[in-house]
């Protein structure tokens, strides 16, 4: 794909040109690395509901530190008004309303506790400081003042990693917590080697049926595992891994993470990252955040409106999220196995939230992914029966108004993105308006939703009215005139 470069001028000069002339367009120049310009921890407070954790572009990974196990400001799993660090899992919810994720969490400490300490009791988490976090895209640093461990972050697509550094004179332990947030349906822990676990957690929160596989290599053996009551699989499983004492060395951990299976974590993780070093996949992921962000340019000599716009874009690029894994399998709407390696299969579409912007936005900086995201729709519409609203992880939420992957195709087919079955689609958008739930049928019988019939009748009006509108001009461009007229 072509590169597409926005340039930005920030200076208020106007030029003015007669009707003949065309402006001399001057391409932007950057000053620097944008990744330098993002700062991961704008949002973590207050309402904002983000993360600071490393995550790559639109990857399926988000592995970042737990300060809260619940409540709304907890929906990402961080907020910076917090002191005490629970672990680090692989899976979070960036500026969502609702809470869900936290999987397969990973706390490295100097005893065998398997309580949290959320209740004041003894535990394994750890205090910590903003003094000594660090974030960057697809990175992330902090130390643990409770255990004097530093901790490093760092991802690929579908994998991450951990490093641990202990101090002198100190027991090395991992605690691996299956529990942790989200009701758990089942979950196990396998040991393959003494180097080498995998499992997996069903879990129910706002997805209601998700399923999570992972696959851990440690960079050296454990000497001993114990776990909580003994249990290896079941609704509480927790397993503490002590490894030799060689005194102020560094564990390696390496974390392949699949929704389809066991053997699908461990291809993502193998196929990855490999041998590769941290010092590597830290910089694959800086390169590819660094090849993202370089889409837009802005030129401005005001740092702080650099950094306010490049960590606003470096959020539109967190979500929607990867949900296939590196073979082209993945678990549709159906919750069974698909497999499809002509596009690539997401999941987290925010469709509400993103219709108006961030998915117009894709259609000027990302339109080979838009294919991959209305591929994508249709794929759920085939294995569902219908198209999203709101999904999380191969569920349905049920969450917010409209049908809005209607606009969302209509505005990219509009725009002359291809790469989908246009007919299928747009055979999808009338089945989405065609159905009876959250005052539809009023709507199709009155034209609008009486108050009497339906709550927030107004914005379910306004928001059918325009998806139907915009159903109408993509039946138009393919030549249905019976549709249009509908």
């Known amino acids: 794909m072509k590169k597409i470069k926005i340039t930005v001028f920030l200076a208020g000069i106007v030029l003015l040109y007669s009707c003949s002339e065309k402006p001399e367009i001057t391409p932007a120049k950057k000053d620097g690395n944008l990744v330098d310009y993002v700062n991961p921890f704008i949002g973590t407070g207050g309402h904002g509901h983000t993360f600071p954790g490393a995550t790559m572009p639109f990857g399926m990974m988000q592995l970042s530190p737990d300060t809260r196990l619940d409540g709304w400001d907890g929906c990402s799993g961080y907020h910076y008004s917090d002191s005490y660090i629970y672990g680090f899992s692989h899976t979070h919810l960036s ?28 535990g394994y988490r750890a205090h910590f400081s903003h003094e000594n976090e660090l974030a960057a895209p697809g990175y992330y640093k902090v130390h643990l003042d409770t255990t004097d461990i530093d901790v490093e972050l760092t991802v690929s697509e579908r994998s991450g990693m951990h490093s641990y550094t202990f101090p002198k004179n100190s027991k090395q332990i991992i605690i691996l917590d299956l529990k942790h947030r989200d009701e758990v349906l ?13 499992g997996h957690r069903h879990s129910k929160a706002w997805a209601t049926d998700q399923r999570l596989f992972y696959y851990i290599q440690f960079s050296k053996p454990f000497t001993a595992v114990q776990y909580l009551d003994d249990q290896k699989e079941g609704k509480n499983v927790r397993a503490a891994f002590t490894f030799d004492d060689t005194g102020g060395d560094t564990i390696e951990v390496k974390v392949g993470i699949s929704a389809v299976d066991e053997k699908g974590a461990k291809n993502n993780l193998e196929t990855e990252i490999g041998n590769k070093s941290f010092a590597e996949i830290k910089k694959a992921a800086s390169d590819a955040w660094e090849q993202q962000l370089d889409k837009i340019i802005v030129e401005s000599d005001n740092t702080d409106t650099k950094t306010i716009f490049y960590t606003a874009l470096y959020h539109t690029m967190i979500a929607p999220n990867l949900y296939q894994d590196v073979d082209g399998r993945y678990r549709g ?68 108004i409209g049908y809005h992957g209607v606009p969302v195709i209509a505005d990219a087919y509009q725009k002359g993105i291809r790469g989908f079955n246009a007919d299928k689609a747009l055979e999808a958008m009338v089945h989405s308006a065609m159905q009876d739930h959250l005052g539809l049928a009023s709507y199709k019988k009155y034209g609008f939703i009486p108050v009497e019939e339906e709550s927030e009748s107004v914005s379910k009006t ?14 138009k461009a393919l030549g249905k005139e019976d549709t249009y007229a509908t």
Request: glycine content about 8%; overall charge negative; hydrophobic content about 35%.
């Open 95 to 122: 500026g969502t309303g609702v809470s869900d994720y936290g999987d397969i969490l990973l706390m490295p400490t100097n005893t065998i506790e398997f309580n949290n300490g959320a209740n004041g009791k003894k």
């Open 186 to 198: 089942s979950s196990a822990v396998n040991i393959l080697s003494k180097t080498e676990i995998s």
């Open 333 to 400: 709407m159906d919750l069974n196995i698909h497999k499809d390696s002509t596009f690539n299969y997401y999941t987290v579409f925010s469709l509400w939230d993103t219709y108006r912007a961030a998915n117009p936005l894709y259609t000027i900086i990302e339109p080979d992914r838009t294919a991959d995201f209305i591929n994508t729709f249709l794929s759920k519409y085939t294995e569902g029966g219908i198209m999203p609203i709101w999904d999380l992880s191969g569920c349905y939420t049920g969450c917010m």
């Open 462 to 475: 306004l928001e059918y009215a325009y998806d139907d509108w915009t159903i109408a001009q993509m039946a």
